[in-house]
Antibody, heavy 123, light 112 residues
Framework: QVQFVQSGAEVKKPGASVKVSCKASGFTLTSYYIHWVRQAPGQGLEWMGIINPSRGSTTYAQNFQGRVTMTSDTSTTTVYMELSSLRPEDTAVYYC????????????????WGQGTLVTVSP | DVVMTQSPLSLPVTLGQPASISCRSSQSLVHSDGNTYLYWFQQRPGQSPRRLIYKVSNRDSGVPDRFSGSGSGTDFTLKISRVEAEDVGVYYCMQGTRWPRTFGQGTKLEIK
C-alpha cells in the first residue's frame, strides 16, 4: 500500500536549518513527483514546492526561494526538504505528498500524504 | 498566483442535514489539456489532509457517496448530502491547474 513515513518532530533555534525526510513505499517513486506543504498552528495549508525524484529537478514557491532545498535519494526512496534561516513563523507541521502527470488522465495531486513533521522554532 | 476563496469559513450543521461549501478561483481552472484540476480535501482534527474529490467531481476510493463535487470555470461546490459526526473537520479546496498550487483558506465544519 502507498505510504509516506516522515521523520520525527524537531525543535530549532532561530537562524538554524532543519531537514525533514519522507520515506516512500508501495509505489514507484520515480513515476511521481513529491510535493511539500506546511501548516502553521491553527492555520491553513501552504504549498512549498515540488521535486521530481527521477530527475532531481525542483520548483519552489516564491515565498521559500533561497531558503528551501528539496532533494531525493532514489536508492532509499526517500525525499528530503531542508529549510534554512529558520524564524519563529516557520513553526509548522510539514507534510509530503505525491503527484503525477499521466499522459492519458492528466494531473493527479495529493492523493496520499505523510503523517506530518512538527518543526518548532523557538529561542 | 491563483487565489482560492472559500465560503463560509465556519459551517455549523445539524446531524443528518445537508452542507455546502463554495470555492471560487481568481482565474479559470480549465487547463490547456481540457481538464479542470479542482480538488477537495478533508482534514479531521489531528490528522493529515485526505483527498476527497479530484477534477471537480470525481470521488476518491473509499469516500462516501454523500460527498459530491460540482462546478466549472471559477465556481465550485462541495456538498455533503447528510452530515455525520465523522465529517467534523476543516475542508479545503485546491487548484492544480497552475503553478504554484494554491489552497483555499479552509471551512471548519462543526456539529450544532
Amino acid at each position: 500500500q502507498v505510504q509516506f513515513v516522515q521523520s520525527g518532530a524537531e525543535v530549532k533555534k532561530p537562524g538554524a536549518s532543519v531537514k525533514v525526510s519522507c520515506k516512500a513505499s508501495g509505489f514507484t517513486l520515480t513515476s511521481y513527483y513529491i510535493h511539500w506543504v506546511r501548516q502553521a498552528p491553527g492555520q491553513g495549508l501552504e504549498w512549498m514546492g515540488i521535486i521530481n525524484p527521477s530527475r532531481g529537478s525542483t520548483t519552489y514557491a516564491q515565498n521559500f526561494q533561497g531558503r528551501v532545498t528539496m532533494t531525493s535519494d532514489t536508492s532509499t526512496t526517500t525525499v528530503y526538504m531542508e529549510l534554512s534561516s529558520l524564524r519563529p513563523e516557520d513553526t509548522a507541521v510539514y507534510y509530503c505528498s505525491r503527484g503525477r502527470n499521466d499522459p492519458v488522465t492528466g494531473y493527479s495531486d495529493f492523493d496520499y500524504w505523510g503523517q506530518g513533521t512538527l518543526v518548532t522554532v523557538s529561542p | 498566483d491563483v487565489v482560492m476563496t472559500q465560503s463560509p469559513l465556519s459551517l455549523p450543521v445539524t446531524l443528518g442535514q445537508p452542507a455546502s461549501i463554495s470555492c471560487r478561483s481568481s482565474q479559470s481552472l480549465v487547463h490547456s489539456d481540457g481538464n479542470t484540476y479542482l480538488y477537495w480535501f478533508q482534514q479531521r482534527p489531528g490528522q493529515s489532509p485526505r483527498r476527497l474529490i479530484y477534477k471537480v467531481s470525481n470521488r476518491d476510493s473509499g469516500v462516501p457517496d454523500r460527498f459530491s463535487g460540482s462546478g466549472s470555470g471559477t465556481d465550485f461546490t462541495l456538498k455533503i448530502s447528510r452530515v455525520e459526526a465523522e465529517d467534523v473537520g476543516v475542508y479545503y479546496c485546491m487548484q492544480g491547474t497552475r503553478w504554484p498550487r494554491t489552497f483555499g483558506q479552509g471551512t471548519k465544519l462543526e456539529i450544532k
